[in-house]
Structure formats: structure tokens, C-alpha cells
């Protein structure tokens, strides 16, 4: 059975794609194989750090299989860079052993699974799933966090717009923040570009 992501618009499941970074041939070769058997499609193979970034940033896998120990680049600063760039979905360690230090260091670098090798078909798929799910959340959570903050610098601005207005124009404070809003719908603007327009004027 064929491993897919979520339909398209027109309906039509597609691979679920991986990129794999480690410096061991035949590790690569062998976890090639396993997906590939398991109806993934491995877009790109890397084998040092920078390498696994260059591959994210052209092929925006929706996971990464990432080696802890690489060189040029470890796989923590990888995870956190393709993290901070949103270069992958969901981002996968792989180490020969487990360890604490590095599972706290990696979840806070937003990786989304932990894998120790030797790995098998059965684990390495139930554990990209459940990556991928996380993953998903973690977005979320992102994207809520990141909405939120706009919400509060839009209220900032706008504040600070209608305050300089009742100051040059005379207004008191709902005149001020309904003169924004008019202009926000007249020109077809948001108000908080209302706002940044008109806070030019004291910059």
C-alpha cells in the first residue's frame, strides 16, 4: 500500500515525499529502499548538513530524515534552520542512540520524531505519520502565534494613528478611530495600511 498525503483539489492522492541526509551510503541506500517499498518518494539524498538544506529549500519535502552527526553541519542546527525557513513539513531525527539531551534539544528546534537506528519498515513509517501529525499541529500553533502577534502590532498602530489624529485634527477618540475606518473602506484599504500611512507623517 502506497503511502499518500491528503488529496489535491482535483481529487488526486499524491507520494508522500522525503528527503534523506546522512553520510553513511549505505544507510541512504537501505532507507531508500524501505520507502520506496512502502510507496514514498525520496526526492533528494544529502550527505552533510548543508547539503540536506540546499535539497529542502529546492524540493520542500514534506518530511526530512535528518542524521544527528553530519558533517560541516549537525543535525540540530539543520533541524533548526529548516524550522526557522519552513523548508520541510515535518523534520525527522535519526541517531544511534537515544538521548534526552538531544530529544528536549530537537523538539525545541521543531522536530517532529526521533528515530534509532537500526530502523525497520514498520517503524519508520508509523513514525513519519505520526511526525507528519504533529507537525500539522505545530504549524498551527505557529501560524495562531504568528496571527495573533499581527493582531496586536495592527491594534498598536492603529491606536497610534488615532491618537495623532486627535492631536492634529482636533478629534476626540471615536472620531478619530471611525475618520480610520471610513478611509479603510472608501480606498479599499486595511486599516491598520490606514494607520501606517498616516503615522508617515511623524516619522
Known sequence: MKEKKESNSQGISSPTTVVIADDEPIIVMNLTELLRDKGFQVLAT????????????????????????MPLLDGLAVSKYVYMEDLAEATIIISAFSDDHIISQAGENGVSGYLVKPIDANTLVST????????RELHKLRSDILKATRDIESR?????????????QNLDE??????????????????????????????
Not at 128 to 135: G, H, K, L, N, Y
Not at 176 to 193: G, H, P, Q, V, W
Request: hydrophobic fraction near 45%.
Open 46 to 69: 544529502a550527505e552533510d548538513g548543508f547539503g540536506a538544506i540546499n535539497a529542502c529549500r529546492t524540493h520542500h519535502p514534506d518530511v526530512l530524515l535528518l542524521d544527528i552527526r
Open 128 to 135: 513519519i505519520r505520526v511526525a507528519m501529525a504533529r507537525s
Open 156 to 168: 498598536k498602530k492603529i491606536e497610534q494613528a488615532k491618537g495623532h489624529l486627535m492631536k492634529t
Open 174 to 203: 471615536q472620531s478619530a478611530f471611525d475618520l480610520i475606518r471610513t478611509i479603510s473602506k472608501e480606498k479599499n484599504m486595511s486599516m491598520e495600511t490606514v494607520a501606517d500611512i498616516i503615522l508617515c507623517e511623524i516619522k
